[in-house]
Structure formats: C-alpha cells, structure tokens
C-alpha cells in the first residue's frame, strides 16, 4: 500500500480543527518531557501536525520554533492561520527533506499509524537524523499486545475513511531501540477495549 492519500485528511479539516483543540488526557506531560530541558528558542519539529492544534501552539506558546509537517494542505492552512509564525511543510513522513541535527526536539503524534507498518523504522530512522544528540521525541502508536490482532484495518472519521496499522506494543519499542533511541517513557493513553480501539501508547525517547 503507498503512503496515505491526503483528500480524506484534506476532507475534514475543519471537523478536526474543531475536535483537536486540546491535550487529551495524558497527552500534556509526555509534551512536557519533550520540551521540559529546552531553553526558549528551540527549533522543533511536529511530523503529522495536521492544523497545528494541540502540540504545535503549545509548543510554539512555551516561546520555541515549531516546523510542522504534513500531507494534508487544508490542515496545514489552518495551522498557518492559527500560528502564523511557525514554518508549514507540505510532505510525505516517509520522504523528509529536512537537515541532520538540525531540531532539539520531534513529535510524530497520531500520524505514524496511519502508514503501513513497513514504513515504522526508516521514518525512526530519519527522525533520530533530525535531531540532535540527546534530543528527545514524543510519538504514539498501537497498543495492542502480541496476543491481539495487530493487522492492518479501516476505520471511518467524519464520514472518511482512514488506514491503520501498528506493531505490538513490545515489538514496537524494540524497534524504536534497535534504531537508536532510549525509552524514557512508555504509558498507554487508551488501553483496547476489545472493539474498535485496539489501544494508543504515547511514548518520550532520546536520541543516543
């Protein structure tokens, strides 16, 4: 399967943007642990930031440089309308143009599990390259055990339909080691409820 189309995205914007204010629960310390060494002026790079609510304007609120980064051109519109002074990037997560070392700190935050799982470790690969030794990244991804079904699977959001696709939760944070982060912490912001959410793990790593 190739990377997602960005018309359903593109398709509910506005319905996102009115949805993704705030920090749901949970979401607002692993942001903090990211962020918390930083001094002010830091450069930092939201992947997946869709209209730049919530963690881009938090960020960019605690007085650092957001670069955001997105398929989806009508949510990076709005981002643009709601920060005007971050830096919006049209593009693919599995194609990022973006300088070695360049960031102190990433987010990939309920976009990496939109791809097909093939994707998972260049997409680590490339965000550890983004960032500075010692530079931490928050993301999220499945959180369903390996006792689950952890195929790939369809849903639908305002009317949409959207592609997911997660590792278990262990052997995700063994790839997420293996490409050269350290786990600083592990916490599941939904736990699978044996229907449609298969569980959500919010995880704040450092590059080695």
Same mark, same amino acid.
């Given at each position: ?7 359903p @995205?593109n398709?509910i ?8 204010? &705030?920090?749901?629960r ?6 903090d ?7 002010a ?12 609510r919530p963690i881009?304007a @938090?960020?960019a609120?605690?007085g650092?440089?957001? %670069?955001?980064?997105?398929r ?5 519109t ?11 990037? &049209? ?8 300088g070695?070392g ?19 470790a260049p ?6 390259q983004?960032?500075?030794?010692? !530079?931490?990244l928050?993301?999220t ?22 592609f @997911?696709?997660g590792?278990?939760?262990?052997e ?6 293996d %490409? !050269?982060?350290?786990?600083i ?9 044996? &229907? ?6 919010g995880?704040v %790593?450092e590059?080695r």
């Amino acid at each position: 399967m190739p990377t997602p189309d960005p018309a359903p @995205y593109n398709a509910i914007a506005s319905e996102w943007d009115g949805l993704r204010r &705030e920090f749901f629960r949970g979401e607002q310390a692993l942001v903090d642990q990211v962020i918390e060494r930083l001094p002010a002026g830091s450069a930092i790079l939201d992947l997946g930031c869709g209209t730049g609510r919530p963690i881009a304007a @938090y960020v960019a609120s605690r007085g650092h440089r957001v %670069v955001g980064v997105d398929r989806s051109r009508g949510m990076l519109t709005l981002a643009a309308q709601h920060l005007p002074a971050g830096r919006w990037v &049209e593009g693919d997560l599995t194609a990022l143009p973006l300088g070695d070392g360049h960031f102190d700190g990433a987010f990939c935050w309920d976009a990496l599990f939109h791809l097909p799982r093939q994707h998972f470790a260049p997409i680590l690969q490339r965000m550890r390259q983004c960032l500075k030794p010692g !530079g931490r990244l928050g993301l999220t991804c499945g959180g369903a055990d390996a006792s689950a079904d952890t195929s790939p699977f369809t849903d639908t959001m305002f009317g949409q339909r959207f592609f @997911y696709d997660g590792l278990p939760k262990e052997e995700m944070i063994a790839l997420i080691r293996d %490409v !050269g982060f350290d786990v600083i912490t592990r916490v599941m912001l939904n736990v699978p409820d044996g &229907e449609r959410d298969r569980g959500r793990m919010g995880i704040v %790593v450092e590059r080695r």
